[in-house]
């Protein structure tokens, strides 16, 4: 945020020229000039109500992914914000998209929705939606502003629908087997001091696999003397009951336990 908000900082004081900010596969990669990688997401326009709710909405949706969904996974999530920008870079010279922090917004946005559609937020105050619609009303909202079809939106409502159906949906079936795509690698996950996900599920199965000592049960008057002076453990089908437990079982039990279990027979006598 603070990259943001420096970068448009100096293209307002006219430090930078925004000819040297914006990504083309031709002057990024081709010429050597990486930094475009980097600074197209960063650089959303001057500072204008625009600049604002998008500043909103990325510093928003972050804290809530990065609070909420990836909650003592920190690793994860900065390996998707590299995936999705990477897509989007992948994807900007298709749509000649040259500044690419609206589609890091959009794709935030998608993925919120996502993560959080059981929330319900209100549009500019006019009415009242469940989260998961906010994405195609800011589209419809888009279209009749701008009149012409936002495409950029529509392919980072794609891009955010991939990665939320691989990191929410996809492990959640039987035929993935448990299977995390998107787990973070485990040098991100050793920088960001996270608990490697497939080190874990490594370590379950090898513990479930692990022969164990055998179990013997042991008597249950063994184990608790005063519960079985006061209940002893009944008699199992075929062995005589000792005499102390035969004293012990009183007519009126007996006539209780058919009144719940075989009441008919109560009632021929």
Known sequence: MTGIFALTL??????????WLFYSYYHAISKGQYWRLVTSFLYMGGFSLDWFLNMY?????????????????????????????????????????????????????YLWSRFYSHMFISFMGLFTMPASYFPWVM??????????????????????????????????????????????????????HQTDARQEMADEDDFAAAPGPAMQAEPANDLLPEYAETNPVPAQAGSEVPSEHREQTTEPELDSSIRQRQPHLLETE
Not at 10 to 19: E, K, Y
Not at 74 to 97: G, K, Q, R
């Open 139 to 192: 589209i419809a909202f888009s279209l009749v502003v701008k009149n012409s079809w936002p495409v950029e939106e529509l392919v980072t409502i794609a891009i955010g629908h991939v990665f939320w159906f691989l990191s929410e949906e996809w492990p959640r079936r039987a035929e993935s087997g448990g299977s995390r795509p998107l787990s973070a690698p485990a040098v991100l996950c050793r920088l960001l």
């Open 57 to 109: 909405f990325l510093v928003q949706y972050c804290r809530d992914l990065e609070e909420g969904t990836y909650l003592n996974r920190p690793a994860d999530f900065a390996w998707l914000m590299i995936l999705v920008c990477s897509t989007i870079l992948a994807t900007a010279s298709f749509v000649e998209s040259f500044f690419l922090g609206d589609m890091l917004v959009s794709a935030l946005t």
């Open 10 to 19: 100096a293209v307002q004081l006219d430090l930078v020229h925004p000819a």
